[in-house]
C-alpha cells in the first residue's frame, strides 16, 4: 500500500484463520522505518510492536481519510488478468476523490472477510458493485489525477495458520 499525503509504503503479510486476523506491516518512506502488527479477534483489536502491545479500540486507527458515502459509477470495464486473478474495473467518483478499483471473484476471499479496521466507505461501494469479490488494487487519486492512495494485492496463499500466531 502506498500513501502519497504520509509518503509512506507499506508492505502488509495478513494471516486469518476463524475470524482472527493479525495483520504485519513493514512501513518506509519519509524517514520511517518501522514494523508492527495489528491483531483483530473477538471483536478486540491490539497493536503489537518492539515496545510490546497495547489495546486500542478500531477508531484509534488513522486511516486515509477518502469517503465513498456518496459515489457515482464512471465506467465498469470488462475482464483483465491482474496478479493472476480475473478482475473487472469499476472507476468511482465521490466529492474530488475518483476510485479505479479492481474486483476479483477467485480469490477465496470477499470484502466481508477483511476485519473491522481495514473496513473503509470505499469497500461497502464495491461491495454493492460487486458483491461477493475482493479489490486486487485500489487507485485514488484527485480530479487532476495526482494519486492520493494505492493498494494492490500481490498474491494470496492458502496455508495452514498455526493458532500460535493469533496470541
Known sequence: ?????????????????????LLTYVNTGSGVNNTYSLLSKEGKLEM???RGRVSIPGSGIKKPDFDFT???????EGNKMLNEFMCVKYT????NNIAQVWM????DLNITDFPEV????????????????IPIQIKISD?????????TI????PAKVDDAKFK
Not at 92 to 95: A, L, M, T, V
Not at 118 to 133: D, I, P, R, V
Open 143 to 151: 480530479k487532476s489525477g495526482k494519486i492520493l492512495y494505492q493498494q
Open 70 to 76: 456518496t459515489y457515482k459509477l464512471v465506467n465498469k
Open 1 to 21: 500500500a502506498e500513501n502519497s499525503e504520509t509518503k509512506e509504503v507499506s508492505d502488509i503479510t495478513w494471516y486469518m484463520k476463524n475470524g482472527q486476523h
Open 48 to 50: 503489537i510492536n518492539e
Open 92 to 95: 468511482i467518483e465521490s466529492g
Open 154 to 157: 500481490s498474491y494470496i496463499m
Open 104 to 107: 476479483a471473484d477467485d480469490a
Open 118 to 133: 481495514m473496513q473503509s466507505t470505499l469497500l461497502t461501494a464495491c461491495e454493492k458493485l460487486h458483491q461477493g469479490g
